[in-house]
């Protein structure tokens, strides 16, 4: 009987030795930092001028619908769009700032890719916010705020430290960055996320 036990348990633990990782490190990741933090959360570096950052917005948004416990950070690059980029990093931040960047982020992307009307400069991006019930008084005292050079500051730290140099760039946990051209489709997507959110 002990033997037939033995044999059982043999059995039932072979799948679990044998079973390879879905996700491989060189493939659909790579490791980009030596720690991960503990916080389940997931960073997306973008730009409004970024098609493909508009076109990821679905995605994000149902990344969130099913993983509502994960904090999904958004980071501005200032590297895209030329003179228009630092622009364009600091609307974003001002929208935070303002509380209004739910509300604002999908109307610039729709202006800039569906509208195909690209802001001039701050000026333009002061209309589009008052334009959606921004105090312009508001917009302007934020702009150029202390407070708003800070995360611009720290937005700029973050490209650099995890050597952003496209978008959108997808880091899980501070540690590991997607290879989106690898992983082929949105359900992988979902998959490789929660896959890395309980990875070491």
């Given at each position: 009987m002990k033997k037939y036990i033995v044999v059982l348990f043999t059995l039932l633990l072979a799948p679990l030795v044998?079973?390879?990782?879905?996700?491989k490190e060189g493939v659909e990741?790579?490791?980009?930092?030596?720690?991960?933090?503990s916080k389940p959360e997931v960073t997306e570096f973008f730009s409004y001028v970024c098609s493909h950052c508009y076109s990821f917005e679905p995605l994000m948004e149902k990344l969130q619908e099913r993983l509502p416990?994960?904090?999904?950070?958004?980071?501005?690059?200032?590297?895209?769009?030329?003179?228009?980029?630092?622009?364009?990093?600091?609307?974003?931040g001002a929208a935070v700032?303002?509380?209004v960047d739910d509300k604002l982020t999908p109307v610039i992307f729709d202006r800039i890719h569906r509208q195909k009307k690209m802001p001039g400069g701050l000026d333009d991006i002061k209309t589009i916010f008052v334009a959606n019930g921004v105090e312009a008084?508001?917009?302007?005292?934020?702009?150029?705020?202390?407070?708003?050079?800070?995360?611009v500051a720290q937005y700029d730290k973050a490209t650099e430290r995890f050597n952003v140099r496209g978008t959108?760039?997808?880091?899980?946990?501070?540690?590991?960055?997607?290879?989106?051209?690898?992983?082929?489709s949105?359900?992988?997507?979902?998959?490789?996320?929660?896959?890395l959110l309980s990875a070491g």
């Amino acid at each position: 009987m002990k033997k037939y036990i033995v044999v059982l348990f043999t059995l039932l633990l072979a799948p679990l030795v044998n079973a390879a990782p879905e996700f491989k490190e060189g493939v659909e990741y790579k490791v980009v930092n030596e720690t991960a933090s503990s916080k389940p959360e997931v960073t997306e570096f973008f730009s409004y001028v970024c098609s493909h950052c508009y076109s990821f917005e679905p995605l994000m948004e149902k990344l969130q619908e099913r993983l509502p416990e994960v904090q999904l950070k958004k980071v501005p690059v200032s590297f895209l769009g030329r003179e228009l980029g630092p622009v364009l990093q600091r609307a974003y931040g001002a929208a935070v700032l303002l509380k209004v960047d739910d509300k604002l982020t999908p109307v610039i992307f729709d202006r800039i890719h569906r509208q195909k009307k690209m802001p001039g400069g701050l000026d333009d991006i002061k209309t589009i916010f008052v334009a959606n019930g921004v105090e312009a008084k508001a917009f302007d005292g934020v702009i150029n705020s202390f407070a708003l050079n800070g995360m611009v500051a720290q937005y700029d730290k973050a490209t650099e430290r995890f050597n952003v140099r496209g978008t959108p760039t997808i880091v899980v946990r501070d540690k590991y960055e997607l290879n989106m051209s690898e992983i082929g489709s949105e359900e992988r997507f979902y998959r490789v996320v929660e896959y890395l959110l309980s990875a070491g």
